[in-house]
């Protein structure tokens, strides 16, 4: 099983582009979740998606658009990037809401 | 609002000791706390959870203690060896908060040799 995966790993982009974040799971997890972390801040949550066809916002949604594509893939994207986008960007997984979540390797984005 | 405390300043240890982390909630009652670790360039990995039901759980070196009378988890690290050396993260999980967890800042564990 390889868990949680995330591409890319790395990714810089210029003010005003776009970019999508990948993410899979192959644990058959129903609950799903992307993560920005900066230093001092901790991990914020930007959205989840509780099974397959439902999405909402966490705390730090603006800016960033989900997308649930089936139970495996939940991908997240950033329209028109902003240097204060700039952070490590991670995917978890869950069975269900509030189990142990399962993380995956991160994606660090630079927006110049 | 519900918030998460973990020590906000790095602890240093000498090797062979134990480390001992602290996490306190205020603001709500969580069901159950997980406590994950993380290293520097990858996601958190979990460690333990425990109910709150229950006052301590141990795994190998590990030890969580939950006291829900004083809103605080303590966890420890056994015999600490250097590979014990990351960022610890408590996450206390609330029901009423959709079902999501709420995690701490994490604390910074340093063991040396």
């Known amino acids: 099983n390889a868990g949680v995966t995330q591409t890319p790993k790395f990714q810089v982009l210029k003010t005003g582009q776009s970019m999508t974040l990948q993410c899979a799971q192959d644990m058959n997890h129903n609950s799903m979740y992307w993560y920005r972390q900066d230093p001092g801040m901790g991990l914020r949550l930007i959205y989840y998606s509780a099974s397959e066809g439902t999405t909402d916002k966490g705390e730090v949604p603006n800016g960033y658009n989900v997308s649930r594509l089936n139970k495996r893939e939940f991908s997240l994207r950033l329209e028109s990037a902003a240097p204060s986008q700039t952070s490590v960007y991670f995917c978890?997984?869950?069975?269900?809401?509030?189990?142990?979540?399962?993380f995956g390797p991160g994606t660090r984005l630079t927006v110049l | 609002s519900q918030k998460i405390e973990q020590n906000s300043e790095a602890l240093n240890i000498q090797e062979g000791k134990t480390a001992t982390l602290t996490c306190n909630y205020t603001?709500?009652?969580?069901?159950?706390l997980q406590w994950y670790r993380q290293d520097p360039g990858r996601g958190p990995v979990f460690l333990l959870l425990?109910?709150?039901n229950e006052k301590e759980k141990r795994k190998e070196r590990l030890k969580v203690t939950f006291d829900t009378t004083l809103k605080q988890s303590l966890f420890h690290i056994t015999a600490s060896q250097p590979a014990d050396s990351a960022t610890y993260l408590c996450a206390p999980y609330n029901a009423g908060n959709n079902r999501k967890l709420i995690w701490g800042l994490g604390t910074s564990l340093a063991v040396n040799p």
């Open positions: 425990i109910r709150e």
């Open positions: 978890a997984s869950s069975e269900q809401g509030g189990d142990t979540q399962y």
């Open positions: 603001n709500y009652s969580p069901a159950y």
